[in-house]
């Protein structure tokens, strides 16, 4: 167990090339579940918790860890599967991890080991399953398939949060010259899209979204192989970093060496926190960084590009 929390402190300061590695962990089955080990900061044994009076989802209680109160959230229950029953939390784990500026606890039944691979390798869920589950990608592994969970739809099902962007940040003259231009989301987890797409269409901008790097790479060579000007077509690209097949820091790179894009204004957002993010950022070449998901935040870096243009004009 310590080797794994040794693995964790050391791997979180790895970033970029594509990379992924993935902190291996068990719930009441055997299927393996995977979690990027940048949102994670660390995995203990499972303390006794707090309980929460009138508890009513999968949060189980609250773990006070080195001076922080945190919830803890039962992953088996909040995916529809049992619950881990109180008598047997102590032979579990916490994974606490950092999503959208919150952190939580994952009670997980087990933890196995990390595994290094390329976000190339990771692929998106088959479409024949439908978009009702909570899978964002699947990984193969010594023949046997490891499920990488949506967390975001997760959370975003436990702690519903408004797209609705305040008019202090957009007002309607905004809003209306908004009305001319087009953006393009990237993001392989479907409730961040819809989250995107619902605050910049409420500002009247119009939205295409793709599901991960690789095939807004695709849309984009199609485009300019067409002759469309890219850069008169989209004000901008607004791209997740972590992505199944291609990743947003490999999608920025190649965007910046293909001489008929490499002024698109990018900006990357993630739930992952961490000071590497705005390094790493500069270093690919992206125009800005946003953490997931405050819409007024989103929209004015959008409403900050339509200034821009119209600054230059």
């Known amino acids: 167990m310590s080797g794994i929390l040794d693995s964790v402190n050391l791997r979180t300061q790895m970033v970029g090339q ?12 055997e299927q393996q579940y995977g979690i990027n080990v940048f949102k994670v900061r660390e995995v203990l044994q499972c303390p006794e918790l707090t309980e929460v009076p009138r508890q ?14 945190i919830p803890v959230l039962d992953l088996s229950e909040a995916i529809g599967r049992s619950s881990v029953p109180q008598s047997e939390r102590n032979k579990c784990f916490l994974i606490v991890a950092e ?19 390329q ?36 959370l975003a099902d436990l702690y519903p949060m408004s ?35 619902r605050s910049l269409e409420g500002l009247g901008l119009k939205v295409t979204s793709a599901n991960n790097g690789r095939i807004a790479w695709d849309l984009l060579c199609g485009m300019a192989d067409r002759g469309v000007d890219v850069l008169d077509h989209y004000l901008m690209i607004i791209s ?29 957002h993630t739930s992952l926190s961490g000071g590497f993010n705005v390094s790493m950022v500069k270093k690919v070449g992206a125009d ?24 230059r004009n």
């Open 18 to 29: 594509n990379r992924l590695e993935l902190l291996l962990f068990g719930l009441e089955t």
């Open 56 to 69: 009513t989802s999968a949060i189980k209680g609250m773990a006070h860890i080195r001076g922080e109160t």
């Open 99 to 117: 999503y959208n500026k919150r952190t939580l606890a994952f009670l997980v039944r087990q933890v196995d080991r990390i595994l290094n691979t």
């Open 119 to 154: 976000w190339d390798q990771i692929m998106a869920p088959p479409t024949e399953i439908g978009v009702e589950n909570y899978l964002t990608a699947i990984f193969e592994h010594e023949n046997k398939l490891i499920e990488i969970l949506d967390v975001e739809q997760i």
């Open 163 to 197: 797209t609705d962007v305040s008019r202090e940040v957009a007002n309607e003259e905004v809003r209306e010259r908004a009305k001319q231009h087009h953006v393009l989301i990237v993001d392989d987890s479907s409730v961040a899209r819809n989250q995107m797409q």
């Open 240 to 268: 997740d970093i972590e992505m199944p097949e291609m990743d947003g820091y490999t999608l920025t790179a190649m965007i910046r060496e293909d001489p008929r894009m490499e002024r698109m204004h990018i900006v990357l």
């Open 288 to 311: 800005g960084f946003l953490a997931k998901f405050n819409p007024n935040d989103l929209a004015a870096a959008v409403v900050s590009r339509i200034g821009q243009l119209e600054g």
